[in-house]
């Protein structure tokens, strides 16, 4: 579904769910990082929001940052550091990589 750009939001967590429960980060890497050339606005063939969500709540971690580092959605980043990682020095690390007028909304 997700290859055919058929896939709903409740066909990604659905996925990402079995990925998660079955400890399979190979697959759950496979799917995450082969879009790395495409944009949001190329249309994904995943729900980016639902991906980062779901992620986040299994406890990885790493993909959800990698997601929403990969694709600018940097509120979530910065929530996935402080809230789930506790990673202070990761966020102000971060936040002096942005452009001043990235973080006008910090």
């Known amino acids: 579904m997700h290859a055919r750009n058929l896939a709903t939001p ?3 967590t659905l996925l990402l769910n079995c990925y998660a429960k079955t400890a399979d980060r190979e697959r759950l890497d496979a799917f995450i990082r ?5 944009t ?3 249309g ?3 729900d980016l929001v639902t991906a980062i969500r779901v992620c986040r709540q299994a406890g990885f971690h790493e993909h959800a940052l990698y997601l929403a580092k990969r694709y600018g959605r940097y509120q ?3 929530r996935i550091q402080l809230d789930d990682l506790d990673d202070f020095a990761a966020v102000s690390a971060f936040l002096h990589t942005l452009p001043l007028e990235s ?3 910090v």
């Open 10 to 12: 409740d066909h990604t």
């Open 34 to 38: 082969t879009e790395t050339t495409r």
């Open 40 to 42: 949001v606005s190329d």
């Open 44 to 46: 994904l063939p995943f």
């Open 76 to 78: 979530d980043y910065l």
């Open 103 to 105: 973080v006008s909304w």
